[in-house]
């Protein structure tokens, strides 16, 4: 599904470790690696000093693993540049790192990385890096509410994720509210709500397996966003890979989204997954 991958790198170091993760995509996959920096008007020689350090050693490193990669520098607005570069070259996905101070927005209004998730005809994960020092993942978490056209994407990425880093996965799966006209939201057991578990979230499960990627499936109840914070830190989770769609990233501007509620304070690293054109 991925044979052209690309990363935008830039001068922070969060942007080297999101573009590892393309890395070990690119490696799983057997996939072209394009290392992407943008510069700016004005130029400013000490970002470009930085990001063509993280570039060389992202090259090397990609290098010695076998994987095909290419490094381009460019100049000019970022988003137009990557969106511009992605469409010419056939990129499947497109990989970038949120910056620190883009958490404190309403989820990435007027930021590259939500500008990019909007107008990139591919799929996009942008990754909110919150440990520098923990890139390798040995668990994986993986919330779900179900629905297949939206889960067939995430289930491939988070298995060639898992192939490139030997990681094990949970997929949290996250029902919907039931409620009763006289009795207000009802609470089920654990028992109950494993019953309630949708084919296709089954299905992801049979794929993992066949996949040969250790995996266990558990349920929640109550908030999505706390019962997603709360499982990563009972199962010591190293990444999290949430979905967002084009239309729950415009939704998000007025009523929030629990993806942007996880982004604010993540127990670990996080990956905001959209599939290609979805609507």
Known sequence: MYKNILAAVNEYSNSEIAA?????????????LTLLFVSRDPVDKDAIKKAESAIERLFIEAQQGGIEAESLILKGD????????AIEQGTDIVFAASRHVDVHRRFFVRTVARELMLKLPCASAVVRVTRMGKIAPRNILLPLRGGRAFVEERA???VRLAEGFGSRVTLLH????ITSFFQGELHLK??????????????L?????????????????????SSITMEAVKKR???IIMGASQRSLLASIIKGNPVEEVMKSPPCNLIIFKPRRAS
């Open 237 to 239: 989770t190293d990444l």
């Open 174 to 177: 996250l029902p919907k509210p």
């Open 205 to 225: 499960a049979a794929y993992l397996k066949t996949s040969g990627i250790p995996y266990e499936i558990t349920t929640a109840s109550g908030a999505a966003a």
């Open 78 to 85: 970022p988003v137009k540049k990557i969106i511009e570069h």
């Open 156 to 158: 491939y990425f988070t």
């Open 190 to 203: 654990p028992a109950q709500r494993e019953q309630r578990i949708p084919a296709d979230v089954l299905e």
């Open 20 to 32: 590892r993760y393309a890395l070990a995509l690119a490696k799983s996959c057997h996939a072209k």
